[in-house]
T-cell receptor, first 112, second 112 residues
Framework: DTGVSQNPRHKITKRGQNVTFRCDPI?????LYWYRQTLGQGPEFLTY????????KSRLLSDRFSAERPKGSFSTLEIQRTEQGDSAMYLC??????????FGPGTRLTVT | GENVEQHPSTLSVQEGDSAVIKCTYS??????FPWYKQELGKRPQLIID?????GEKKDQRIAVTLNKTAKHFSLHITETQPEDSAVYFC???????????FGRGTSLIVHP
């Protein structure tokens, strides 16, 4: 499968725990984006990378959220001290050189 | 920042009818306007996009029009089929950063 993949697909965690999600983009795409999607809403931009450089992180939801893309390939999104309001679908997308974005299947987070 | 309004929130049509979804944007610097289709439980999929140097683009049964002066763009689906039933999202972004702002989505229901 040459599309964008995300793991895990589902994550259930208790409030206060840390969680980490992984995204593997399409290999030839340099840009990688993270979004959050809640029910009935469009994807909400969180952050993005050009290769290993994080170019925009001011829209991460709080300082509990962080993302990395250490070698310019896969990326991870970490949420520390999870709260119930963090429950959502977390989507990753990789982007062609002309701005077309291709989404992964998402990781559904449930915080109990 | 950019603000994207999408209407209607729900659209119900009979198979074979046409469907039109409209979006407005606020930032006149926006110049890339993609549309995504998201089926229940699936990832958003790019179905068509338009750039600000073009007024209309077609791909088989779908078309997108852009009015830069009025800052609105629309998705047109002709000869609708039940498999067109999904949530459709518009987005707007400024070229260079390609950070999109999404609309809230339109749930299209095509009745056989």
């Amino acid at each position: 499968d040459t599309g964008v993949s995300q793991n895990p697909r589902h994550k259930i965690t208790k409030r206060g725990q840390n969680v980490t999600f992984r995204c593997d983009p399409i290999s030839e795409h340099n840009r990688l984006y993270w979004y959050r999607q809640t029910l009935g809403q469009g994807p909400e931009f969180l952050t993005y990378f050009q290769n290993e450089a994080q170019l925009e992180k001011s829209r991460l939801l709080s300082d509990r959220f962080s993302a990395e893309r250490p070698k310019g390939s896969f990326s991870t999104l970490e949420i520390q001290r999870t709260e119930q309001g963090d429950s959502a679908m977390y989507l990753c997308a990789s982007e062609t050189s002309v701005g077309e974005q291709y989404f992964g299947p998402g990781t559904r987070l449930t915080v109990t | 920042g950019e603000n994207v309004e999408q209407h209607p929130s729900t659209l119900s049509v009979q198979e074979g009818d046409s469907a039109v979804i409209k979006c407005t944007y606020s930032d006149s610097a926006s110049n890339y306007f993609p549309w995504y289709k998201q089926e229940l439980g699936k990832r958003p999929q790019l179905i068509i996009d338009i750039r600000s140097n073009v007024g209309e683009k077609k791909d088989q049964r779908i078309a997108v029009t852009l009015n830069k002066t009025a800052k609105h763009f629309s998705l047109h689906i002709t000869e609708t089929q039940p498999e067109d039933s999904a949530v459709y999202f518009c987005a707007a972004s400024i070229g260079g950063s390609y950070i999109p702002t999404f609309g809230r989505g339109t749930s299209l229901i095509v009745h056989p």
